[in-house]
């Protein structure tokens, strides 16, 4: 369900004293749940818990040192059978292992676009149907 607030006469300006400001601060930088959350459950927009953070000296959570880890390569055992299928696999010297491809510009002014291996029977067949129509 959707939340609608209405306001009536002026809007309304509201102060937040430093505890409140750093209660808040301390929520969103503790409880594990995220600014829009923490901003939210106060009524107030995230933007404002970051605001009130560099306003009062208060800086982002140090993430600690990076931690790295060893890493090994090992050869799969299924990878010397691909490489040798790889190997003795034809080559195809087409552009991107794709058919070519034949644009014919009718009297029309529509385009066909085909496969440059289709049958000359079904192209004349596909030009005639399509300056038909």
């Not at 959350?37 to 605001?51: E, T």
């Amino acid at each position: 369900m959707a939340r609608v607030e209405i306001l009536a006469g002026h809007e309304r300006r509201r102060f937040w004293s430093e505890e409140q400001k750093r209660a808040i601060l301390e929520e969103a930088l503790t409880s594990g749940l995220t600014m829009a959350d923490v901003a939210r459950r106060h009524d107030i927009v995230p933007q404002q818990i970051y605001a009130w953070r560099r306003q009062l000296g208060l800086s982002a959570p140090v993430a600690t040192d990076p931690t790295f880890f060893p890493v090994v390569v090992a050869a799969s055992e299924n990878a010397e059978p691909r490489r040798r299928e790889r190997d003795t696999a034809p080559k195809v010297t087409t552009r991107g292992n794709r058919p070519g491809r034949i644009e014919v510009r009718c009297t029309n002014g529509r385009v066909l676009k085909v496969e440059a291996g289709l049958d000359a029977r079904m192209l004349k067949a596909l030009i005639r149907s399509v300056e038909d129509a």
